[in-house]
């Protein structure tokens, strides 16, 4: 029975990478290698991130024991590493048009999901008693998928000189919002006291609302239209 709430999660959390990675065109253009390196350009980037954290941003204790805003806004900026990241990895070897973000979003997305979730619902889903959490740390990591390819497309969407200028605005406060999305999660945990689905609702919500818009400004730049891969 263990074994089988451990499968379930599993095939929870990582079949819709599968699927994404079949339907999304990337496995008939053999982008595997490629999504593989933009893998590799997570881990780098998050051993950046760690001794950047470590050196100018220390953890604290809070003495009342609540939510330091500045110290989590500050961790928090540290996060453009990974715009910065994304955007390496797509001119460097992502492949051309539609396959730069998606490779990119695909490697980073499948790196974050093997690094940070596949420990813990391997010494946690096989437990004696079930416990929900572990369903829960599956869904996530599907909203992270959506989010990370959104966040590259943005990161797409912001080096292209074909973009509409009116749109440039739009796609520089998803960036941002996707960065400090954490602090606000922590601070909506803080204010309003949301339960774990609640908080799961919202990160699927929000996510939702920035992968619609930035696919809205991708379909509107007019070379698309002709081939999505070019």
């Not at 922590?186 to 996510?207: D, H, N, R």
Request: proline letters at 3%; hydrophobic letters at 50%.
């Amino acid at each position: 029975m263990t074994f089988f709430h451990f499968g379930n999660c599993v095939a929870l959390a990582y079949v819709p990478y599968v699927i994404v990675y079949k339907c999304s065109g990337l496995a008939e253009y053999s982008a595997f290698w490629k999504c593989v390196q933009a893998g590799g350009a997570y881990l780098i980037t998050q051993l950046c991130k760690m001794m950047l954290l470590a050196t100018f941003f220390p953890s604290t204790e809070s003495v009342s024991g609540g939510l330091d805003v500045t110290g989590e806004f500050f961790k928090s900026t540290v996060d453009i590493a990974d715009l910065i990241g994304l955007h390496i990895v797509m001119s460097k070897f992502a492949g051309k048009g539609q396959l730069k973000f998606m490779i990119a979003g695909m490697g980073w997305a499948t790196a974050e999901l093997a690094v940070t979730r596949f420990l813990p619902l391997w010494m946690g889903a096989r437990g004696v008693e079930f416990d929900w959490k572990y369903i829960q740390m599956s869904l996530d990591s599907n909203i992270s998928l959506i989010s990370h390819i959104s966040v590259a497309m943005l990161v797409w969407l912001y080096s292209r000189s074909d973009l509409q200028k009116s749109s440039l605005p739009i796609v520089i406060t998803l960036l941002a919002l996707s960065c400090y999305r954490p602090l606000i999660v922590e601070i909506l945990v803080q204010a309003v006291g949301l339960g774990s689905w609640m908080l799961l609702l919202a990160k699927a919500s929000f996510t939702s609302v920035v992968a619609l818009i930035s696919l809205q400004m991708y379909l509107s730049i007019p070379s698309q239209g002709s081939n999505s891969y070019y």
